[in-house]
Each structure stands twice: as C-alpha cells, then as structure tokens.
C-alpha cells in the first residue's frame, strides 16, 4: 500500500517504520516541518512529497498522529484535497474530538478509523497498543498492514470513538497521576517540608521518590504535548458525567514545564523550579 503518514513525530515515525518494514510505501510531507522531522523521515525510509495533494495522490491510507490541538486541522486538509482512502486517527483525542474528525474526513470522502496508541514509541523492543475501532473492514485493512509487526493490534468491535476512549481512559491515569505526583513535591518544597514528605515516601511508600525522579525526567521534555491531551481527557471525562477538574489542573501542571520543550538533560529540580 501506499501510506501518508502525517507528521513524523517520535510516535508517528515509529508506525511509519513498522509499515515499511511490512512491505509497504509510507510518504510524508516535508513542506513546513522541523529538521528533526526531515531526519527522522530520512532515516526510516520514507518517501518525500513536496506539498499534501502530491503526497494524497494516488494513496490507499492516511496515518495522522500529530499533537493533539492539531488533530482536526490535519483532518480538514486531507478533507479538502479530496482524500477518498482509508483515514486513521491516531491521535490522543478525545471521543467527541475523535468523532468530530471522522465526520470531518467523511465529508471529504474518505473512510474514517478511530485509532488509540498506547505505550511508548516502537523502537528498541517496545511494544506499544494500537486499538481500532470503526467499520469492521476498513479497521480489518489496517490491522492488515501493520501485519506482524512490533505493535500490537487491537480491534475493538466499536463505533468510531472506542479507540479513543481507550487511550483517554489510560493516559488519564498515567499522565494525570504523574502530574498530580509533581505537584505535590512542589507543594512540599513551598512549604519547607521536602525532607518530612521524603521521610513519609521512604517509611511507607518507598518505591515512590524513584518514580518521582523517573516522572521529572520523563516528563520535562514533552510536557508541552502533554497539555493538550490533558484538556482532551479532561473533556471526556465530562462528557461521562465526571469531573473535569482533575485533568484541567494537570493541563495547568504541565503547561508550567513549557520551556523545558526537548530538554532531556532537565531534571527534578528544573521541574519544580518552574511549578513554584
């Protein structure tokens, strides 16, 4: 097949280079993206298209997986070139966003599929989650071509809106709870009793300051992503009945860590220096 991917991130090119280690085409567009993108696409084999309608021509399937503010804006260019292939949506949305973008693509032509990754990028032996949910032969083509692959493929017998409910459900307990971890360390250091609280971790919960640090730096680079899944969860939940709030603070946790923006050398105290 010959695939769009659309934008290779971290995540992103990862999928692409587990698609063209199945055999197939995976196209990307270089028009207006970073150098790291360029180096990533480059060295995962990829095929440059100089604009979306070169790239859109003559393709079976569309991967999006771009930050989450950006979800829809990617779903209405394919959209208004006239992309009448197989649409997947894999990126952390929530499920009204998630439906917002099918019927965004649908219009335009396309066949939507809702897709929820969950796990770290595949590289390096990682095994990440992919769930799909949609109409049963459009979601049964692209479990077909990532094939035996370094992921694994779920496919839920669901509406468009499953996958991502599935990803919002997880990351909301994965990203929401470090953030919460985060902002009690930085309400320990406001108050002076950083060496009590670590006192209390140690005695009762010991495996947590270890988690604490592994958060700050995990973290810090890529909390600028983090925001806005934040607010997406934050929306799900609501659209349940549950509260939002929990997910709205975390939204605010890492907004703060803006500036540490690719910063893998930032750590916890580089964290909580910018919380306080």
């Known amino acids: 097949m010959i695939i769009v991917l659309l934008h290779p ?16 085409t995976v196209r990307w567009v270089g028009e207006g993206r970073s150098a790291a993108s360029r180096a990533r696409a480059e060295a995962d084999a990829f095929t440059e298209a100089s604009d979306l309608r070169s790239g859109l021509d003559g393709a079976e399937m569309v991967l999006s997986v771009c930050p989450p503010e950006f979800a829809l804006q990617v779903g209405v260019g394919v959209a208004a070139a006239g992309f009448r292939g197989i649409y997947v949506d894999a990126n952390a949305i929530s499920p009204e966003s998630g439906r917002t973008v099918a019927a965004t693509v649908a219009e335009g032509g396309a066949t939507p599929v809702d897709a929820g990754i969950v796990g770290p990028p ?61 902002a009690v360390r930085a309400l320990a250091e406001s108050e002076g009793v950083t060496e009590g609280l670590d006192h209390a971790w140690a005695t009762l919960i010991p495996d947590l300051h270890e988690r604490l640090t592994r958060t700050a730096a995990g973290s810090a680079p890529k909390a600028w992503r983090f925001r806005a899944e934040m ?34 050398d930032a750590g916890l105290d580089d964290v909580i220096t910018r919380l306080t």
């Open 122 to 182: 595949a590289r390096g032996g990682a095994r990440p989650l992919l769930y799909l949910s949609g109409p049963q032969l459009p979601v049964a083509t692209v479990a077909e071509a990532f094939g035996d692959s370094w992921l694994e493929i779920v496919s839920l017998d669901a509406p468009v809106g499953a996958a991502s409910a599935t990803k919002m459900a997880f990351a909301a307990w994965t990203k929401g709870s470090a953030a919460l971890l985060l």
């Open 231 to 264: 607010t997406e969860i934050a929306a799900t939940f609501s659209s349940a009945g549950l509260p939002a709030g929990f997910h709205e603070a975390a939204a605010e946790i890492y907004g703060r860590l803006d500036d540490l923006r690719g910063r893998d």
């Open 9 to 24: 991130g971290a995540m992103g090119s990862s999928l692409g280079a587990a698609l063209v280690a199945n055999g197939h």
